[in-house]
């Protein structure tokens, strides 16, 4: 069964900084594209950002200039920089691959809570 493991989600100041990671169980030559989506209470589940297996990215409108992602060599660890952090960022954020197959498999989320 495919896991992943999602890290570092908390509570932190507007304007301050979190990094998120989160390790699948797949083998990285399986992994097409990973990524981040959040979903803030009363809201749908948004696109944050997701990186190919080639390394394009691309980026929620809200986020451009802020947050980063990026993938470890292996390729099966994904990470998201979230650099000045908004109030509006406070979400419950969830990994996703994609395989070559078409499949999808999302992580367990991890909130995220961004005080004034």
């Known amino acids: 069964q495919v896991q992943l493991v999602e890290s570092g989600g908390g509570l932190v100041q507007a304007g301050g900084s979190l990094r998120l990671s989160c390790a699948a169980s797949?083998?990285?030559?399986?992994?097409?594209?990973m990524g981040w989506y959040r979903q803030a209470p009363g809201k749908q589940r948004e696109l944050v950002a997701h990186?190919?297996?080639?390394?394009?990215?691309n980026y929620a409108e809200s986020v451009k200039g802020r947050f980063t992602i990026s993938r470890n060599n292996a390729g099966n660890t994904v990470y998201l920089q979230m650099n000045s952090l908004k109030r509006e960022d406070t979400a419950v954020y969830y990994c996703?691959?994609?395989?070559?197959?078409?499949?999808?498999?999302w992580g367990q989320g991890t909130q995220i809570t961004v005080s004034s």
């Open positions: 996703s691959v994609a395989d070559y197959s078409g499949n999808y498999y």
């Open positions: 797949l083998s990285s030559f399986s992994i097409n594209v």
């Open positions: 990186i190919t297996r080639g390394g394009t990215t």
